[in-house]
């Protein structure tokens, strides 16, 4: 049965375009790469943001943060004609919104309030014909909200097939992986569900301009569903890695030597513990399982707080490692939410670093990013904190805490370590 239902939700890919012109709302992680792939197969693309700075910058084809390679693209659709930025929007074939979803209050809810913002600001331009396509990440019933928000603004279209005055709504999660997004955008299956079959369709059509993998098809409802079941499988399986190293600390054990060992069984795959969870996705889309389904989602809800408690727990240890010293200095590599990137939100690393700051004010914390040329605001306003370079950082340390598995940091010199204290929250050194 389920191979059956697999093979009738797949649709081949067309590799047509019959969209001319499309507008990409929020340019950033996803929403710029999404827009420079569009136009360079030859789609005249409007990418619109809310900051100016951002505008300018791609204007003048430069990438406002750091993707491996997606500058080349980025220049050459900008210096093509192709991809033109703008602050406001502007009547196209096709709509992709992009914009950020966050978690609000206790209750763990999903903030819509940029998803409104964009359409309200697009439905003046919308056309009978038009797609509309919400990639960013939402609980279950979003993308049916957005598309009634809009029948509110433009009660003069419809959203039913067949309808002269119809449009067309559609939800595609994006799921690519910052730091490898040139690869993963075109390569990626994707997921893709309409309101309706005409709304699915024409998002399958809009997506198979440039992505060569799958696109599985269902309805909306499923789509939102599909991406955050992604997000929360890998935070409940990093939370069992985490709760690992807890329970290997208390036992004498060495947490990677332990999952390497397990991992050697044919159905056994643990993920690798670390300092927590960050990035704006995995720490966050949970949530939205857990508000949307609260009584229901118990483990989902228990990994959220396994993996929130564990920057805490780190902060204790170097706490524990300095008790004894007069005039501690930490040297902390990484405050990156993970390895070899420069993006700093949600970052277990950065909360680490403050935390330890706060909570210990006798010692001195050198912060060790080689992807940021300066700490953000709420490390830099701290006194016991500054950044270095990682030879003088470790040299004038007493410990090293090891936060973000950057390349340069596994390529540190064990002789730089001598007889320092080490705590190494991802496991990538064995200089014992
Ligand atoms: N982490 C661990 N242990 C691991 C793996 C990751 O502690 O074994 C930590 C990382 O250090 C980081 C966090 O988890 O702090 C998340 O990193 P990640 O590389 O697992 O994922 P993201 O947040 O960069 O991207 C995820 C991806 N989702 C999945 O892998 C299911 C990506 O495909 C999504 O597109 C992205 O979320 C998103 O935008 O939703």
Redesign the pocket.
Known sequence: MGGIREELLRVENPNKSTFETVCVVGLGY?GLPTAAFIASKGVKVTGVDVNPDFVERINRGEVPFVELGLDNLVRSVVERGLLTARSTQVPADAYIVCVPTPVRGENHEVDTKFINAAVEAMAPHLSPGALVVLES?SPPGTTREMAQLIIERRPDLSLNDGDENAISVAHCP??????RIME?MESNDRVIGGLTPRGTQMAVDLYSTFCTAELLTTDATTAEMA?LT??S??DVN?AF??ELSLICDRLGIDVWELIELANHHPRVNI????P????????V?PWFIVSSAPEESKLIRMARNVNNDKPQWVVDKVTEAIESLEKPVVSALGIA???DIADLRE??SRHIVRQLAEENPRAEIRVVEPNVGELPNDLKVLKNVRKQDLDEAVADSDIVLLLVNHREFLALDPSMIGAKTVIDTKGVWNFG
């Open positions: 996803i990440t994006e799921r690519v992986l910052p730091g993963e991406k992604e997000n499988f890998r990093i890695a985490n993920l690798q513990p670390g927590g969870v960050g990035g704006h996705c995995i720490a889309d939410f993970k390895n970052s277990p």
